[in-house]
C-alpha cells in the first residue's frame, strides 16, 4: 500500500493540517567542515496579491526555516544562502497569499477562516557538487504563475561570477 503522505500532495496534506510553516521537519544542513555546497536561494515577489504571504522552501522532505518574509505590497526579494550536501538535491518552493476573515459563532467567539487568494508551487532538481555554488532563483507572478531555475555560478576571467545552468537529476532507472 502506498504512503498518501509521500510526495506533492501529501505535503499539501501537511501543509494545510499544520498551518502551512508550523510542523514541517527542519531541514538540518552539513557542518561547514563537512563537504557541502552552497545554494543562494533568491525568491522574488513580482506581485503581491494577498494581504498575507505563507511561504515554504523544501530541500527534499525537509523545510528549509528562517526566511524573511519580503516586503509587503509591491516587489519583493528574499534571498538566504543554504549549505547542501554533495549529490541530488531536489527543491519545492510553495508560496500561498491570503486573507482572513472571522466567523461568529453562535455560542460567542469567533472562529478565523483562511481564504486563499492566489498560490504557485515550483519543484526542481540538481546534482549539487562539493564546493559548488548555486543560484536557486523562484519568481512568483500571479495565481499559479511563477518559475523556479538553478544556475551554478562559476568564476569568470574578469573576477565576477556568471551564470550556467545547473547540472539537472538523471532520471531514476
Not at 2 to 15: A, E, H, I, Q, Y
Not at 119 to 142: S, W
Request: aromatic share 10%; with cysteine; net charge positive.
Amino acid at each position: 500500500m502506498s504512503n498518501p503522505l509521500k510526495g506533492r500532495r501529501g505535503r499539501w496534506l501537511v501543509l494545510v493540517s499544520c498551518g502551512l510553516a508550523s510542523c514541517i521537519p527542519e531541514y538540518r544542513p552539513p557542518s561547514l567542515s563537512e563537504p557541502h555546497a552552497v545554494v543562494k536561494v533568491r525568491l522574488a515577489y513580482h506581485a503581491w496579491s494577498g494581504p498575507q504571504l505563507d511561504q515554504v522552501v523544501w530541500l527534499g522532505n525537509y523545510g528549509v526555516k528562517e526566511f524573511p518574509a519580503p516586503v509587503q505590497g509591491g516587489e519583493g526579494v528574499v534571498n538566504r544562502p543554504v549549505l547542501v550536501r554533495p549529490g541530488k538535491a531536489v527543491w519545492n518552493v510553495h508560496t500561498a497569499f491570503f486573507h482572513t476573515y472571522m466567523i461568529p459563532l453562535a455560542r460567542g467567539g469567533v472562529y478565523p477562516v483562511r481564504v486563499v487568494d492566489a498560490v504557485c508551487d515550483q519543484a526542481l532538481g540538481h546534482l549539487a557538487a562539493p564546493e559548488g555554488i548555486y543560484l536557486l532563483q523562484y519568481d512568483f507572478f500571479a495565481n499559479e504563475r511563477c518559475s523556479l531555475h538553478c544556475f551554478k555560478q562559476v568564476q569568470q576571467p574578469d573576477g565576477t561570477l556568471g551564470n550556467t545552468p545547473c547540472e539537472p537529476v538523471p532520471p531514476a532507472g
